[in-house]
């Protein structure tokens, strides 16, 4: 069957680093964009980043300068590379997967989807 598997996430000051990996298995993964979601309580999942099969990235602007997306094909894995982080930045993060239309974090495009590790950033 299909697995996201997410890992990485912990508790980090204000200005720290962490680096989150998705393990995937049971689909072609060098098919597929991936990306990156997050989700507060109460709020809506929202798109993070986005790699592209060609490699390509894709940011939201929260996070664009401080987040790298990267991917290797050879181990079937996405990493999410989070620095000089924010307490806004706390929430659950969430591996996904998405196999048609353009690459960018889109939920309605979200074929398969992780069960999210969480991220916490303390001020």
């Known amino acids: 069957q299909v697995q996201l598997v997410e890992s990485g996430g912990g508790s980090v000051q204000a200005g720290g680093s962490l680096r989150l990996s998705c393990v995937v298995s049971?689909?072609?993964?060098?098919?597929?964009?991936m990306t990156w979601f997050r989700e507060v309580a109460g709020k809506e999942r929202e798109g993070v980043a986005a790699?592209?099969?060609?490699?390509?990235?894709t940011y939201a602007d929260f996070v664009k300068g401080r987040f790298v997306i990267s991917r290797d094909n050879t181990k079937n894995t996405q990493y999410l590379q989070m620095n000089s982080l924010k307490p806004e930045d706390t929430a659950m993060y969430y591996c996904?997967?998405?196999?048609?239309?353009?690459?960018?974090?889109?939920?309605?495009?979200?074929?398969?989807w992780g069960q999210g590790t969480q991220v916490t950033v303390s001020s």
């Open positions: 996904a997967a998405q196999r048609w239309g353009d690459c960018y974090p889109s939920k309605d495009k979200v074929n398969w």
């Open positions: 049971g689909i072609t993964f060098r098919s597929y964009c």
């Open positions: 790699i592209a099969r060609d490699g390509t990235t």
